[in-house]
């Protein structure tokens, strides 16, 4: 066994909204959004395992961080207006933004976090993850820092034979636009520690068949 981390980087998010269009992006070229929905941009990056694949050696996961730069804000904003949902999280399988959050959902249903009951993707792909939210300061102004006001964790932290990891950074808004004339969510980025190492021949072709099976059937637990 030996030691290694992996890790995603996700670049800076200003969204500037317009009474046309919520979903403006002014900077970060890597996000997308959900056309069919208002505040809803994800960041997806590619971990490649290939060299690890062709050599049969397994990644077992042991632990995990996110790493913020600073700082969550709105501006000019109104104090103590809206919400802002971040999700970081590393898959076996792609995750399906626009199947999983569709026209109509409710800022509530976002719970509807990767791998839970309902979810599109199993539990078994969802290496980890980790949600925050961010409110508003009721004093600051003109510009208005955000602050982590609840988080969790999630995920199976199973080991992996997989060729490659996709890695998430999820951002939703809750009545932020009303509020300002644009928000922003800062670099980060995602680390998985763990060691890589041999597995015995059996549990390697088990892993392989498991990979296998969720990267055809995600959806199934």
Not at 21 to 44: H, P
Not at 64 to 92: C, D, K, R, W
Not at 179 to 197: I, M
Request: charged share 20%; glycine share 8%.
């Amino acid at each position: 066994m030996k030691p290694r981390q992996l890790t995603a980087d996700f670049s800076y998010l200003k969204v500037v909204p317009t009474v046309a269009d919520r979903n403006v992006i002014e900077e970060g070229s890597e996000w997308e959004f959900i056309d069919t929905l208002a505040g809803y941009f994800y960041n997806q990056q590619v971990i490649d395992l290939t060299g690890m694949s062709v050599e049969q050696k397994t990644f077992f996961p042991e632990s995990f961080s996110v790493q913020m730069g600073p700082v969550h804000y709105l501006s000019p904003g109104n104090q103590g207006a809206g919400a802002l949902i971040e999700m970081h999280f590393v898959t076996t399988t792609p995750f399906d933004f626009k199947s999983n959050y569709t026209q109509g959902i409710s800022f509530e249903q976002f719970q509807l976090f990767p791998g839970s009951i309902g979810s599109l993707i199993s539990f078994d792909n969802v290496v980890c993850g980790e949600w925050v939210t961010y409110t508003s300061s009721t004093s600051q102004t003109p510009a208005i820092e955000m602050y982590p006001s609840s988080s969790g964790r999630f995920g199976s932290m199973e080991p992996i034979t997989s060729d490659r990891l996709y890695c998430y950074k999820f951002v939703v808004s809750s009545n932020i636009e009303a509020a300002a004339s644009q928000y922003g969510s800062p670099s980060s980025k995602l680390v998985l520690f763990g060691q890589e190492g041999e597995d015995s021949d059996l549990a390697y072709v088990m892993r392989l068949r498991r990979d296998y099976v969720l990267q055809n059937e995600p959806d199934e637990d």
